[in-house]
């Protein structure tokens, strides 16, 4: 036993018999059953309650904790969940006045409230306290006059432990004087500074707040510095012997504010919004413009071929053109669009000068169609002309050999051909959904069908008008089949995706691109530039940004582009 109660004193554990237990059990019935005598009169100092709360959010939805001592030493402990999306800051203000709400409501007459203020100007959390006076006047409102905050930024995490080592002075709380008596058997003083044993080398150095933002500074950017990851650094700074409680959530927080690492960011490829498609309501209703090139040069010049998309049959129109100006989109869409077909409802486009020109804007107005402009450097956005390009361009790949400038030739058998092969999206040819019947293919006359060997013009007006009559049946069938395949084809890519919205004021960083690279920097320039400020959402992860000094940029930007910017 005394060897035992040597090797325990240093933890500060104090033995006490227990009582008697027939005596214990009358003593904790009489203590819990009874009622205490109301007395009126005016709170001493020991008759301050205290409130302890705190709040979190996440995605999985936000909550707060609530925590009230009375001054006999009795707790009453409530958790809420929130029914709405707050941030962690709007989390701590909802269980700050849960907590008034609930002192107020058993008559609190003085309390001190400590909360957990993630938002300060710190880096690490501390406990804020809140001096909260209230009156029986006050109560009876459920509001509070007068809140004194006062901030604790010179109480160091050393303060109690450098006194209980020197002087043996503790806090007059027993929980906490329990703590510090436990935690100062670790440390110890070596030339009046204080060091903490440690398990796999030699004794570390304690630091305060200041100095332990030196450290951090000189090993993430200092001399010997290389921007390291949050993690290393902390190890860093343990390896060269220093150490405080918080060292590694502050070498996070201290590696995600810096500027040039947040520059200097490797570009995510995980998709920032989910994937929202878009379909035509008819035939020939919604199209989508895009131009392809420069290709290799033609006899006659030509490099840049223009492309237009029908969004319900897939149908596709395109031209060749030496180059492409606002009168030449302007004349493709009356002749190879409206003359064929009819006036659409909307043209999709990017923001190339050649559709978001005046003429080209009133010529569209004119007629009542409805320009919808993609934001810049997202594809995405205009996904149905993208992926015509691109089958058109493995087409002519593969007709074309050595002769790479006579892809205009083959243009043609190019187009026939897509029109004619059933899509995956709506399992029917565009031509059909177009026409109402399937076109007739050079093959069938070297193999004739039933189609292609009709013995009188009138079986062949019979077939003709039988699928003219099934056409809109063949159209709703196709409708269903594309919403199918569109409501799969995002469900998987909804998988991979990592939305993530921005609100009005945040700063954010813009993607760098070829326009907007620095001139010289080479393999030297920076993934990322900015800051800018979020001035408007306009949905579906589009956002208008403007400068700090308040200038806004021409074009909104996707979120894909943009990542926010921590100081």
Request: with cysteine; net charge positive.
């Amino acid at each position: 036993m005394l060897q035992w109660a040597i090797e325990l004193s240093e933890f500060g554990i104090e033995f006490q018999p227990r009582l008697s237990m027939k005596g214990q059990v009358m003593t904790d019935f009489v203590l819990e059953y009874s009622r205490r005598p109301i007395q009126h009169k005016e709170p001493s100092e020991e008759e301050w309650w205290t409130l302890r709360v705190g709040g979190a959010s996440r995605l999985s939805g936000s909550g707060v904790g609530l925590l009230l001592q009375s001054p006999t030493g009795e707790h009453l402990e409530q958790s809420i969940r929130l029914g709405f999306p707050a941030s962690n800051n709007e989390a701590e203000y909802e269980a700050i006045l849960s907590g008034l709400d609930l002192a107020l409501a058993l008559s609190v007459s003085k309390l001190w409230v400590y909360s957990i203020a993630a938002s300060l100007p710190i880096k690490e959390a501390i406990l804020l306290p809140i001096h909260v006076q209230t009156n029986p006047s006050v109560a009876e409102a459920s509001t509070c006059n007068t809140i004194e905050a006062k901030q604790a930024d010179d109480q160091e995490w050393t303060n109690d432990i450098i006194g209980y080592l020197r002087t043996g002075t503790l806090p007059e709380d027993p929980k906490q004087a329990h703590k510090i008596r436990v935690q100062a058997v670790r440390f110890t003083l070596i030339g009046g500074y204080l060091y903490k044993r440690s398990f796999t080398g030699p004794y570390l150095r304690c630091l305060n707040h200041s100095e332990a933002l030196y450290v951090l500074a000189e090993l993430h950017e200092g001399v010997c510095g290389n921007h390291s990851g949050g993690r290393f650094l902390a190890h860093m700074a343990h390896s060269q012997g220093y150490y405080w409680p918080t060292m590694k959530k502050d070498a996070a927080t201290y590696v995600k504010k810096c500027d040039k690492c947040q520059r200097h960011a490797p570009i995510s490829h995980m998709p920032s919004e989910t994937l929202k498609p878009i379909s035509g309501p008819w035939p020939f209703a919604q199209w989508g413009m895009d131009i392809v090139g420069p290709l290799p040069t033609t006899p006659a010049q030509k490099k840049f071929l223009l492309v237009a998309t029908d969004y319900f049959s897939k149908w596709v129109e395109a031209e060749a053109y030496a180059s492409i100006k606002d009168k030449d989109v302007t004349k493709f869409v009356w002749k190879n669009i409206i003359c064929c077909f009819r006036i659409p409802q909307i043209i999709i486009a990017d923001n190339g000068p050649q559709f978001d020109s005046i003429a080209f804007r009133n010529f569209c107005s004119e007629l009542n169609i409805r320009n919808s402009y993609s934001t810049p450097h997202y594809p995405q956005s205009n996904g149905q002309a993208e992926t015509t390009n691109k089958t058109l361009i493995i087409a002519l790949k593969k007709r074309l050999e050595q002769a790479k400038g006579k892809w205009v030739e083959e243009l043609l058998g190019v187009l026939w051909a897509y029109r004619t092969t059933p899509g995956r999206p709506t399992r029917n040819t565009p031509f059909a959904l177009a026409y109402g019947m399937d076109a007739i293919i050079p093959i069938e006359i070297g193999l004739p069908t039933i189609r292609t060997e009709a013995r009188t013009q009138d079986d062949a007006n019979e077939e003709l008008g039988r699928n003219l009559d099934w056409a809109d049946k063949e159209r709703e069938t196709a409708s269903i089949q594309m919403a199918n395949y569109q409501q799969r084809a995002s469900t998987h890519y909804n998988r991979k995706a990592r939305p993530r919205s921005f609100k009005n004021g945040t700063l954010v960083l813009r993607k760098v691109f070829e326009n907007t690279a620095e001139i010289g920097a080479g393999k030297f320039q920076a993934n990322w530039e900015g800051p800018y400020i979020v001035s408007k959402s306009s949905g579906s992860g589009v956002y208008h940004l403007q400068k700090l000094d308040g200038t806004p940029l021409l074009r909104p930007w996707n979120v894909s582009n943009l990542k926010q910017y921590y100081q």
